[in-house]
């Protein structure tokens, strides 16, 4: 019965190890086509340098070919990455496209590859082998689903950005994603060479190429049982088009395609979306991590080290930064001590995001030097400035939209968890312990912003104002020394900004600097120990609330040019009038038109 | 949507799956039969059963032009064969995409359906993937365009009624060094076909042969049409002829630049050149052109001048030599099964291997020791629009 069947079978595994050499890059948003030229590569040399199965017998001869192909193209996918891992989307797309292509013509005008003829290779591989070698693959892939190195990935994909802010070094996971395509590529091309006799620089064009990545995302790219069943439908729909009887000829692709135009149109996220995925919440992992709330830094976790009170944190002397002639931000000297929460308002306009974006390292300034928790701003990369503790939340909320709400806080604790791939391919019980200590720390930042019942929500379907408090929970789930929040009141309601205010009191009283940009006064007077004023990019004003509501020229920069609002800032200069006036007094935004909003301005404002 | 989508899908797998079963089934039921031998012999041998055979052709893909003359070609003997009494045959075409695994899967096939004989694939890449599975079972091959060398050698189930280029070749420089007096030549190629490069590799050993010199050698892309660049380099060295291997997308752009570039001297090409279009769409640049093939278009044997009157008359076109070839082949299978009147498989591979001096399309036709075709090669130029035999 099997044997019947092991050609296609055959062909599904070998297809489905293809498309996972694509899956492997998708899965972390890059769109590569150089994954023919890697097939290429490793399978020629493979073929060529492995001993014949009559001298060492087939097994061993297979096994030293796919050794040598894996390494290959592996170390293809590092030269090639090394200099184009900075390229995103269709570039990177072109570019890989052209180093396939230039290994097929190179590869074409060998002696030793045979040149168009082909080399010859002895058949070795059973549908057992393929099927053998699939199955690890697959089971990669699986493993890195759940852990910290899949989730990384994972974010990188959804918003780099972000993924950069919350400590991933992205350059790096993006060559390891890529490596791991060369690699998987290379025993495509091996397993492809020991199976269909005879290669040719043209099994591995362009049209490969695309039908690789077609394998891949038909299946479903999020998903890692995708690319086995993007092999087995491309596969298995010539088979059903014989078995029925349809014609030989050109009606058969075209209707081929048409049935790849459908899965395409109903089904975008590929096959895969057929298969319900389920978020794991752990049974317990709520409670455990209820009864460990407020004891700092969960058990499993990497501790951090936090500046004691009182010592400085950043430290900005005559910082700016240019646009074109522009100045955004203009020479702000500025210290912010551990522990303080300190307010940053102004006017629109006035260079505050600018400032906060140079501070954790998004924005290289233009002159003046600035050293945030020991790290000399300007040289250091985002994710390492991320990795001295610094954790923020953005303007316009950049979560990982795809992922669960949990998934996403799991991303935010990527500096405090242990890497768990490599242990978790092999079942050891720390790897568990490890992955269960994050989970702890997710749910105890989701509970903290009181989004815990929302964990298994996609982030994007979440409403505006939980969308706010689930960046600032990932934001805590790095365990930071200074937190960073960039307008995170903004479209909250009165009620909602009220435990806004609540739970950033509450977090300050656990010793957590924070620095925050809001333009809901009210709110930032009631909460902030000091108030930074900036206007035309320039320190106007410092100090405690109370003085800054007092201060004439904060009055005539920022409120003055409407009397209600320099009426109510007023009465907030006194203590009783403080408590009186209503958290959104004054601000520039209307409380009851939060829920008609426009959706978020989501061009960055700064080149990053 | 979702429910009804997996419906669809679980319903397709489950046709799938009754289907093959049923096919499986099938095939088994013809070898079991046992009704594949007959009585009688020649023309009066009368099999009962059908007599199932499978054909691999590159109807759609890089070769389908190739593929769908040897379609025509391959349904016109069928027809034909179908109007004699005692055998029928049972012929499946199949696509191969030109494709190597849709090739090893349709010969997979086919060899479990109990086909008798496989015809097939178009290209030799494919042949050389392929083949090997039908000689592990037992099953006779009988390739129609195969011309790479070593195609034969995977087995002695394993023949080719093509010509290898390494055949016609030869007697093409030969021909056209005695017609020329050629001295020296530059010689151009596409290096990224594998057909197109044993064509060179031919070209060049026949030269050498031959004592011709070979002043300069141009590589090019089967997917180039501008040539003139490479044509003005030629030009520079001045040679007494330009010989090339290319295929026939790539010679018409060829020819007609080179006349356009003043460029005289004779053009010789290979079996790519051995088309009907070569005239229809270079037009007068062909003419002077000498083409080196295994099928004479304009030989007046009976056999040839009733395929070509055939031929014409079925789908109003001149057939090519891939028409021809794969018309000779049903034709010679017919010869096969008819010698021994049995269709079973190793009956066929000993009936093949003894075919001799039988009058074909391609003229008397014999399988050799290495069951290689063996029948005269001719060499043509193009005179006044048409083919005609160099003298």
Same mark, same amino acid.
């Given at each position: 019965?099997?044997?019947?069947?092991?050609?296609?079978?055959?062909?599904?595994?070998?297809?489905?190890?293809?498309?996972?050499?694509?899956?492997?890059?998708?899965?972390?948003?890059?769109?590569?086509?150089?994954?023919?030229?890697?097939?290429?590569?490793?399978?020629?040399?493979?073929?060529?340098?492995?001993?014949?199965?009559?001298?060492?017998?087939?097994?061993?001869?297979?096994?030293?070919?796919?050794?040598?192909?894996?390494?290959?193209?592996?170390?293809?996918?590092?030269?090639?990455?090394?200099?184009?891992?900075?390229?995103?989307?269709?570039?990177?797309?072109?570019?890989?496209?052209?180093?396939?292509?230039?290994?097929?013509?190179?590869?074409?005008?060998?002696?030793?590859?045979?040149?168009?003829?082909?080399?010859?290779?002895?058949?070795?591989?059973?549908?057992?082998?393929?099927?053998?070698?699939?199955?690890?693959?697959?089971?990669?892939?699986?493993?890195?689903?759940?852990?910290?190195?899949?989730?990384?990935?994972?974010?990188?994909?959804?918003?780099?950005?972000?993924?950069?802010?919350?400590?991933?070094?992205?350059?790096?996971?993006?060559?390891?994603?890529?490596?791991?395509?060369?690699?998987?590529?290379?025993?495509?091309?091996?397993?492809?060479?020991?199976?269909?006799?005879?290669?040719?620089?043209?099994?591995?064009?362009?049209?490969?190429?695309?039908?690789?990545?077609?394998?891949?995302?038909?299946?479903?790219?999020?998903?890692?049982?995708?690319?086995?069943?993007?092999?087995?439908?491309?596969?298995?729909?010539?088979?059903?088009?014989?078995?029925?009887?349809?014609?030989?000829?050109?009606?058969?692709?075209?209707?081929?395609?048409?049935?790849?135009?459908?899965?395409?149109?109903?089904?975008?996220?590929?096959?895969?979306?057929?298969?319900?995925?389920?978020?794991?919440?752990?049974?317990?992992?709520?409670?455990?991590?209820?009864?460990?709330?407020?004891?700092?830094?969960?058990?499993?976790?990497?501790?951090?080290?936090?500046?004691?009170?009182?010592?400085?944190?950043?430290?900005?002397?005559?910082?700016?930064?240019?646009?074109?002639?522009?100045?955004?931000?203009?020479?702000?000297?500025?210290?912010?001590?551990?522990?303080?929460?300190?307010?940053?308002?102004?006017?629109?306009?006035?260079?505050?995001?600018?400032?906060?974006?140079?501070?954790?390292?998004?924005?290289?300034?233009?002159?003046?030097?600035?050293?945030?928790?020991?790290?000399?701003?300007?040289?250091?990369?985002?994710?390492?400035?991320?990795?001295?503790?610094?954790?923020?939340?953005?303007?316009?909320?950049?979560?990982?939209?795809?992922?669960?709400?949990?998934?996403?806080?799991?991303?935010?604790?990527?500096?405090?968890?242990?890497?768990?791939?490599?242990?978790?391919?092999?079942?050891?019980?720390?790897?568990?312990?490890?992955?269960?200590?994050?989970?702890?720390?997710?749910?105890?930042?989701?509970?903290?912003?009181?989004?815990?019942?929302?964990?298994?929500?996609?982030?994007?379907?979440?409403?505006?104002?939980?969308?706010?408090?689930?960046?600032?929970?990932?934001?805590?789930?790095?365990?930071?020394?200074?937190?960073?929040?960039?307008?995170?009141?903004?479209?909250?309601?009165?009620?909602?900004?009220?435990?806004?205010?609540?739970?950033?009191?509450?977090?300050?009283?656990?010793?957590?600097?924070?620095?925050?940009?809001?333009?809901?006064?009210?709110?930032?007077?009631?909460?902030?120990?000091?108030?930074?004023?900036?206007?035309?990019?320039?320190?106007?004003?410092?100090?405690?609330?109370?003085?800054?509501?007092?201060?004439?020229?904060?009055?005539?920069?920022?409120?003055?040019?409407?009397?209600?609002?320099?009426?109510?800032?007023?009465?907030?200069?006194?203590?009783?009038?403080?408590?009186?006036?209503?958290?959104?007094?004054?601000?520039?935004?209307?409380?009851?038109?939060?829920?008609?909003?426009?959706?978020?301005?989501?061009?960055?404002?700064?080149?990053? | 949507?979702?429910?009804?989508?997996?419906?669809?899908?679980?319903?397709?797998?489950?046709?799938?799956?009754?289907?093959?079963?049923?096919?499986?089934?099938?095939?088994?039921?013809?070898?079991?039969?046992?009704?594949?031998?007959?009585?009688?012999?020649?023309?009066?041998?009368?099999?009962?059963?059908?007599?199932?055979?499978?054909?691999?052709?590159?109807?759609?893909?890089?070769?389908?032009?190739?593929?769908?003359?040897?379609?025509?070609?391959?349904?016109?003997?069928?027809?034909?064969?179908?109007?004699?009494?005692?055998?029928?045959?049972?012929?499946?075409?199949?696509?191969?995409?030109?494709?190597?695994?849709?090739?090893?899967?349709?010969?997979?096939?086919?060899?479990?359906?109990?086909?008798?004989?496989?015809?097939?694939?178009?290209?030799?890449?494919?042949?050389?993937?392929?083949?090997?599975?039908?000689?592990?079972?037992?099953?006779?091959?009988?390739?129609?365009?195969?011309?790479?060398?070593?195609?034969?050698?995977?087995?002695?189930?394993?023949?080719?009624?093509?010509?290898?280029?390494?055949?016609?070749?030869?007697?093409?420089?030969?021909?056209?060094?005695?017609?020329?007096?050629?001295?020296?030549?530059?010689?151009?190629?596409?290096?990224?076909?594998?057909?197109?490069?044993?064509?060179?590799?031919?070209?060049?050993?026949?030269?050498?042969?031959?004592?011709?010199?070979?002043?300069?050698?141009?590589?090019?892309?089967?997917?180039?049409?501008?040539?003139?660049?490479?044509?003005?380099?030629?030009?520079?060295?001045?040679?007494?002829?330009?010989? $090339?291997? #290319?295929?026939?997308? *790539?010679?018409?752009?060829?020819?007609? &630049? !080179?006349?356009?570039?003043?460029? %005289? @001297? =004779?053009?010789?090409?290979?079996?790519?050149?051995?088309?009907?279009?070569?005239?229809?769409?270079?037009?007068?640049?062909?003419?002077?052109?000498?083409?080196?093939?295994?099928?004479?278009?304009?030989?007046?044997?009976?056999?040839?001048?009733?395929?070509?009157?055939?031929?014409?008359?079925?789908?109003?076109?001149?057939?090519?030599?891939?028409?021809?070839?794969?018309?000779?082949?049903?034709?010679?299978?017919?010869?096969? $099964?008819? #010698?021994?009147?049995? *269709?079973?498989?190793?009956?066929?591979? &000993? !009936?093949?291997?003894?075919?001799? %001096? @039988? =009058?074909?399309?391609?003229?008397?036709?014999?399988?050799?020791?290495?069951?290689?075709?063996?029948?005269?090669?001719?060499?043509?130029?193009?005179?006044?629009?048409?083919?005609?035999?160099?003298?």
């Amino acid at each position: 019965m099997l044997d019947e069947y092991a050609t296609t079978l055959t062909f599904i595994a070998l297809g489905a190890i293809f498309a996972y050499s694509f899956y492997a890059v998708l899965i972390a948003g890059q769109l590569s086509l150089g994954q023919a030229g890697f097939a290429a590569l490793s399978a020629f040399a493979g073929a060529y340098l492995a001993p014949s199965p009559t001298d060492v017998g087939d097994v061993p001869a297979l096994l030293i070919a796919v050794a040598i192909g894996m390494s290959v193209g592996a170390l293809a996918a590092v030269v090639l990455g090394l200099p184009t891992m900075h390229l995103r989307g269709v570039f990177l797309a072109i570019a890989t496209l052209g180093f396939a292509e230039a290994v097929r013509v190179v590869l074409t005008n060998q002696e030793w590859t045979g040149g168009a003829q082909g080399l010859g290779v002895p058949r070795v591989l059973t549908v057992g082998m393929a099927w053998l070698a699939l199955g690890l693959v697959a089971y990669w892939f699986w493993r890195m689903g759940r852990s910290r190195y899949g989730r990384a990935l994972e974010a990188i994909r959804e918003d780099e950005l972000a993924a950069r802010a919350m400590g991933i070094d992205v350059g790096r996971h993006r060559l390891a994603a890529f490596v791991t395509a060369g690699a998987v590529a290379g025993l495509y091309g091996v397993l492809y060479a020991y199976y269909v006799r005879l290669i040719a620089p043209d099994d591995f064009d362009f049209v490969a190429a695309v039908e690789g990545l077609v394998t891949a995302v038909v299946g479903g790219s999020t998903m890692f049982l995708g690319p086995i069943l993007g092999s087995g439908f491309q596969t298995i729909v010539p088979e059903i088009q014989r078995a029925v009887g349809v014609e030989a000829g050109w009606i058969r692709p075209f209707l081929a395609s048409l049935l790849l135009l459908v899965v395409i149109l109903f089904l975008p996220g590929g096959l895969a979306s057929l298969i319900r995925r389920r978020t794991r919440l752990p049974a317990g992992a709520a409670d455990d991590a209820r009864a460990d709330a407020g004891e700092g830094p969960g058990r499993g976790l990497a501790g951090r080290h936090h500046p004691a009170a009182g010592e400085p944190v950043v430290s900005l002397s005559g910082l700016g930064k240019e646009y074109g002639g522009v100045h955004a931000v203009r020479g702000v000297d500025l210290e912010i001590r551990a522990g303080e929460v300190v307010g940053l308002i102004g006017p629109n306009g006035a260079g505050k995001t600018t400032l906060v974006n140079m501070i954790s390292g998004l924005v290289p300034p233009s002159s003046g030097t600035a050293t945030v928790l020991g790290s000399t701003i300007g040289r250091t990369p985002v994710h390492r400035i991320a990795a001295a503790g610094v954790s923020r939340t953005f303007q316009h909320s950049k979560l990982f939209n795809r992922l669960s709400a949990l998934e996403n806080v799991l991303v935010g604790a990527h500096l405090v968890s242990r890497p768990t791939f490599l242990r978790r391919l092999l079942w050891l019980p720390s790897a568990r312990r490890d992955e269960r200590a994050a989970l702890r720390q997710a749910v105890r930042c989701l509970d903290r912003v009181g989004l815990a019942d929302r964990a298994a929500a996609r982030a994007e379907a979440l409403s505006y104002g939980d969308q706010r408090r689930l960046e600032i929970a990932r934001a805590l789930a790095s365990d930071p020394s200074l937190l960073i929040l960039d307008e995170p009141a903004a479209g909250m309601n009165h009620v909602e900004a009220a435990r806004l205010s609540e739970l950033i009191t509450s977090l300050a009283r656990d010793g957590l600097t924070i620095l925050f940009i809001e333009h809901n006064v009210g709110m930032v007077l009631q909460t902030c120990t000091r108030v930074v004023v900036l206007n035309f990019g320039e320190v106007i004003a410092s100090g405690a609330p109370g003085e800054i509501a007092a201060d004439p020229a904060v009055i005539e920069a920022y409120l003055g040019s409407d009397e209600d609002d320099a009426g109510s800032a007023g009465s907030g200069a006194t203590a009783a009038g403080r408590d009186a006036a209503p958290p959104d007094a004054v601000t520039n935004l209307t409380p009851g038109a939060a829920g008609t909003l426009d959706t978020p301005d989501t061009t960055p404002r700064n080149p990053t | 949507m979702r429910t009804k989508l997996s419906t669809v899908a679980a319903a397709g797998a489950a046709a799938l799956l009754l289907a093959s079963c049923g096919s499986g089934e099938g095939g088994e039921d013809t070898s079991a039969s046992g009704g594949l031998t007959g009585e009688g012999s020649g023309e009066s041998c009368t099999i009962e059963g059908e007599v199932p055979i499978g054909a691999v052709l590159s109807l759609t893909g890089a070769a389908a032009s190739y593929g769908e003359s040897q379609q025509r070609g391959l349904e016109l003997a069928a027809a034909e064969l179908a109007e004699n009494d005692g055998v029928t045959y049972d012929l499946t075409i199949e696509d191969d995409q030109t494709d190597p695994r849709q090739a090893i899967t349709l010969f997979d096939e086919f060899v479990n359906d109990g086909a008798s004989l496989i015809i097939g694939p178009t290209l030799s890449n494919a042949a050389i993937q392929a083949d090997p599975i039908a000689q592990d079972a037992g099953v006779p091959v009988l390739g129609i365009s195969n011309t790479a060398a070593g195609v034969t050698e995977i087995g002695d189930y394993i023949f080719r009624d093509s010509l290898t280029e390494q055949a016609v070749i030869p007697q093409t420089i030969a021909a056209a060094t005695e017609q020329f007096g050629l001295e020296d030549v530059v010689v151009m190629y596409s290096n990224d076909d594998a057909f197109t490069e044993s064509g060179y590799e031919a070209f060049s050993a026949a030269l050498e042969e031959e004592g011709v010199e070979v002043s300069e050698t141009i590589t090019f892309s089967k997917s180039d049409t501008d040539f003139r660049a490479l044509l003005t380099q030629a030009q520079e060295s001045d040679p007494d002829a330009i010989v $090339v291997s #290319a295929l026939i997308e *790539a010679a018409v752009p060829l020819v007609t &630049q !080179a006349r356009e570039l003043g460029i %005289d @001297v =004779p053009i010789i090409g290979g079996n790519g050149f051995n088309n009907p279009r070569l005239m229809a769409d270079a037009g007068e640049a062909a003419e002077g052109v000498v083409v080196g093939a295994a099928w004479n278009s304009s030989s007046d044997n009976p056999e040839n001048q009733a395929f070509l009157e055939a031929y014409e008359a079925e789908y109003d076109a001149a057939p090519d030599q891939f028409a021809a070839q794969a018309y000779t082949g049903l034709k010679l299978v017919d010869q096969a $099964v008819r #010698a021994n009147c049995s *269709a079973e498989r190793d009956s066929i591979q &000993q !009936a093949l291997g003894e075919i001799e %001096d @039988v =009058p074909t399309v391609l003229g008397e036709f014999s399988i050799d020791e290495n069951r290689d075709a063996e029948h005269p090669a001719v060499v043509q130029v193009v005179e006044n629009g048409s083919f005609a035999v160099l003298e």
